[in-house]
T-cell receptor, first 111, second 114 residues
Framework: AQRVTQPEKLLSVFKGAPVELKCNYS??????LFWYVQYSRQRLQLLLR??SRESIKGFTADLNKGETSFHLKKPFAQEEDSAMYYC?????????????FGTGTLLAVQP | GAVVSQHPSRVICKSGTSVKIECRSL??????MFWYRQFPKQSLMLMAT?????????EQGVEKDKFLINHASLTLSTLTVTSAHPEDSSFYIC??????????FGQGTRLTVV
């Protein structure tokens, strides 16, 4: 069964400190993984996807199939990074597909 | 990015009545739409996946007769909560995508059943 695990509900760091939001997944096929972000009072929006291998707002995430992880990293946190971050997995099977989410991690960047 | 609009953003209904929530993709054709339910301070729980022109695929534990999903066109999917009860009160979110692209999210609908 597909599953996405984000072990931390809350991550609090100081401005300028490195950030790593953990995400592990369980999926028997080739996963497509995403990080979504939700800023206060806004809708969910895509931050990045693993197949793009790009850096958005200074964030990067590398898919590690051996460890089944897709951790989100940023070397220097900014206050405007404070938001809810969700790791998501998209699976394809038969005539349908799914997009499932982890439980989310609230990132709080302190001044 | 593409825009997904949900309507209404808030609805209050009496117990026993039905309520319909619309999800529209405004500037693209959505071959797939996802419906989620989000409880306070919790993650998004996938309820069902709908592909245009075919029946929705419901997740385990989601009653298909209670949560009717229709995806009749490439720009519109609806979720109807039938015979709503207070325990159905929640935040319902839709998202839409075409092909294997990223999913774009609606702003959500706050349903309160009194």
């Amino acid at each position: 069964a597909q599953r996405v695990t984000q072990p931390e509900k809350l991550l609090s760091v100081f401005k300028g400190a490195p950030v790593e939001l953990k995400c592990n997944y369980s999926y028997s096929g080739s996963p497509e993984l995403f990080w979504y972000v939700q800023y206060s009072r806004q809708r969910l929006q895509l931050l990045l996807r693993h197949i793009s291998r790009e850096s958005i707002k200074g964030f990067t995430a590398d898919l590690n199939k051996g460890e089944t992880s897709f951790h989100l990293k940023k070397p220097f946190a900014q206050e405007e990074d404070s938001a809810m971050y969700y790791c998501a997995l998209r699976s394809y099977g038969g005539a349908t597909n799914k997009l499932i989410f982890g439980t989310g991690t609230l990132l709080a960047v302190q001044p | 990015g593409a825009v997904v609009s949900q309507h209404p953003s808030r609805v209050i209904c009496k117990s026993g009545t039905s309520v319909k929530i619309e999800c529209r993709s405004l500037d693209f054709q959505a071959t797939t739409m996802f419906w989620y339910r989000q409880f306070p301070k919790q993650s998004l729980m996938l309820m069902a996946t709908s592909n245009e022109g075919s029946k929705a695929t419901y997740e385990q534990g989601v009653e298909k007769d209670k949560f009717l999903i229709n995806h009749a066109s490439l720009t519109l999917s609806t979720l109807t909560v039938t015979s709503a009860h207070p325990e159905d009160s929640s935040f319902y979110i839709c998202s839409a995508s075409w092909g294997s692209t990223e999913a774009f999210f609606g702003q959500g609908t706050r349903l309160t059943v009194v």
